[in-house]
């Protein structure tokens, strides 16, 4: 029998907002990473004092928090991750995730205490990996994206029960082996395994006969060529209960890079797809909680390795993202039928809009009456982070979502 309650919904944050909002919308662990030593160089990333800010609020709320080290460090950075690690540890972080042997072995030097999870660059793809890594002081595996069901679910009948199993269950994927990716180091010199990945996979590329310079050839024919590397975005909302029968222990949300809003609206729905299947085991999910991951940007959607090898992970149309909706506004505090909240977005009196709240099915309203700040009725909301109000019965938590469909 599954116990959903085992079961962790692991979301990204790139900076504080992003780790705020994971809080607010149901993450039971969040990953994030320091200054160094973590494979997103474009997010703003923690300082050991914001880390530790993140981590004391976490802790109120009963949550975890991870710290990525999954970089493949060169020998001029080997002699830094002494300081760096003790101080990680000053911060009672919950576990750092590594993919080096070497700073594995550091961390066990250094930080004996320190819980370890082995990152997915580790490349694990069978239960003699795992139980070595585990033999070795790894507490939970994060298993390559390559894997099928049936094999997670061998790896986890043949490794000790207490190792924790973790996967990739939505977001981007990358063309390589496990995210150990050569194409952006070799075109653009920025080393994918120092966090600087340029996404060249998802560039688009004609081919070119060596003895014919200058005559391009689209692999399809299309006269705008093609993107023979472009990988589409993982979703397994619809599989969560696959997922845990196969022996999952943590559900991972790719998207340190990506925004607030992408992080609590997924976040959201995966933990609304834990907490259904929780209470109506064996039942469908509703279409209005895994229609939410449509309401952010996104390439197409697949399930990549889970159910063998996948036919249609490659999307050949456009490079581009889906965009459906904007954020048009945060909800401030709701009071006396009033809700007020900070503009992102303009939006106009009489849009259609809708507020999502965690945990709770998105309201569609039209504000029939708006007030900015000096009590005057007005039509547009248009002056960035401007103050407004407008009336509602329902009350909302602070920072909830006011979006509309573009």
């Not at 694990?124 to 595996?141: C, E, H, P, W």
């Not at 994927?173 to 050569?182: A, D, E, P, Y």
């Not at 705008?224 to 196969?246: F, P, R, S, V, W």
Request: glycine fraction near 6%.
């Amino acid at each position: 029998m599954i116990n959903y309650d085992e079961l962790e919904v692991l979301a990204p944050a790139g900076d504080f907002e992003r780790f705020q909002a994971a809080l607010d919308y149901g993450a039971d662990a969040i990953y994030l990473g320091g200054k160094t030593f973590g494979m997103r160089a474009s997010p703003a990333n923690f300082d050991f004092e914001q880390l530790n800010e993140a981590v004391k609020l976490a802790h109120s709320k009963n949550k975890k928090v991870y710290l990525t080290c999954n970089t493949l460090p060169r020998n001029n950075e080997v002699p830094q991750f002494e300081e760096f690690i003790k101080s990680v540890a000053a911060c009672n972080i919950d576990a750092v995730i590594v993919a080096d042997l070497g700073l594995m072995s550091l961390i066990k030097k250094y930080t004996p205490d320190m819980e370890i999870h082995m990152s997915t660059q580790t490349g694990i793809v069978n239960y003699q990996t795992a139980n070595v890594l585990y033999n070795m002081g790894a507490k939970r595996v994060v298993l390559a994206r390559e894997l099928s069901l049936e094999e997670i679910a061998e790896i986890r009948a043949k490794s000790p029960a207490d190792m924790e199993i973790e996967v990739f269950v939505h977001g981007a994927m990358c063309v390589s082996f496990s995210g150990r990716c050569l194409l952006s180091s070799y075109l653009v010199n920025r080393d994918a395994n120092h966090g600087e990945c340029a996404q060249p996979c998802r560039w688009g590329y004609h081919l070119m006969e060596e003895k014919r310079e200058g005559e391009f050839y689209p692999v399809f024919e299309d006269e705008q060529g093609t993107y023979i590397l472009n990988a589409k975005d993982l979703c397994m909302i619809n599989h969560i209960e696959q997922l845990a029968e196969a022996g999952v222990t943590s559900l991972k949300i790719e998207g340190r890079a990506k925004s607030a809003y992408y992080v609590s609206v997924v976040t959201n729905a995966y933990r609304m797809a834990v907490d259904w299947h929780k209470s109506n085991p064996g039942q469908p999910l509703p279409e209005w909680i895994s229609d939410e991951v449509f309401k952010v940007s996104h390439r197409k959607y697949c399930t990549g390795f889970f159910f063998g090898h996948p036919k249609n992970c490659q999307y050949y149309e456009t490079s581009g993202y889906v965009r459906n909706y904007d954020v048009v506004a945060v909800i401030d505090k709701c009071e006396n039928g009033i809700v007020y909240a900070t503009q992102r977005n303009r939006f106009f009196l009489g849009d259609t809009l809708e507020i999502l709240a965690p945990g709770q099915k998105p309201f569609v309203f039209k504000p029939e009456l708006i007030w900015n700040e000096n009590n005057e009725e007005i039509d547009t909301v248009n002056h960035a982070m401007m103050k407004f109000r407008f009336k509602c019965e329902i009350e909302f938590p602070p920072r909830s979502i006011i979006r509309k469909q573009l």
